[in-house]
């Protein structure tokens, strides 16, 4: 069982909608993290939250909106996506003495 | 900055069968994963293995970091092996949420 929990598992939505992913973790780790992944590609950075604060964004487009409410959850919020947005949505967290990420589940997107 | 380089792209191999992958890294590196990201997406932790040996199982992980490069040895392969690993590193400051690159992955597939 992992001990990161996205929702949702799915989400169709279209290009006008406006709707988040959520992310929680319970092992007391302080950084936090999103990545996405198109299929058959490594997952790619996208943001990047230390200690409740935004510390990497990497040239993420306006249309994604992080929100890290505190140090337990994460949300990322969608408005105005295109359909190359599609992806698999991945959420992370990691131990402040080493680094070690773990991932949640994901969250599979699909832009209509 | 940092590339990582996986090899070999894909491995198809009879269940029962043995296994190297390999991944190199271009420059020093402060945090060294393995991941295993199954069929449904899910990117499970294998290894933290920034130097050193480490097994668990029928698997284990060497990083020679003086020599940038790290291996990960399936043993008895069995058909849930089956999906794709990622090596991936990381540069940053620790403990300040830092960015883990990943390699573009070995595609396993065993066979029954």
């Known amino acids: 069982d992992t001990e990161v929990t996205q929702t949702p598992k799915h989400l169709v939505m279209g290009m006008t909608n406006k709707k988040s992913l959520k992310c929680e973790q319970h092992?007391?780790?302080?950084?936090m993290y999103w990545y996405k992944q198109k299929a058959k590609k490594p997952p790619e950075l996208m943001f990047v939250?230390?200690?409740?604060?935004?510390?990497i964004n990497e040239s993420v487009p306006s249309r994604f909106s992080p929100e890290c409410p505190n140090s337990s959850l994460l949300n990322l919020h969608l408005h105005a996506l295109q359909p190359e947005d599609s992806a698999l949505y991945l959420c992370?967290?990691?131990?402040?003495?080493?680094?070690?990420?773990?991932f949640g589940e994901g969250s599979r997107l699909t832009v209509l | 900055g940092i590339q990582v380089e996986q090899s070999p792209p894909d491995l198809i191999l009879q269940e029962g069968a043995n296994s190297t992958l390999r991944c190199n890294f271009s420059?020093?590196?402060?945090?060294l994963q393995w991941f295993h990201q199954n069929p449904w997406g899910q990117l499970i932790n294998l290894f933290y293995?920034?130097?050193g040996t480490k097994q668990n199982g029928r698997l284990s992980a060497t990083t020679v970091a003086t020599e940038r490069y790290s291996l990960l040895y399936i043993s008895s392969s069995q058909t849930t092996d089956s999906g794709v690993y990622f090596c991936?590193?990381?540069?940053?400051?620790?403990?300040?949420?830092?960015?883990?690159?990943f390699g573009q992955g070995t595609e396993l597939s065993v066979k029954p």
């Open positions: 992370a967290s990691s131990q402040r003495r080493t680094g070690e990420l773990f």
């Open positions: 092992m007391g780790h302080r950084a």
């Open positions: 939250y230390s200690y409740e604060k935004l510390s």
């Open positions: 420059d020093s590196v402060n945090n």
């Open positions: 293995i920034p130097s």
């Open positions: 991936a590193v990381e540069q940053g400051v620790r403990n300040q949420g830092g960015k883990l690159i």
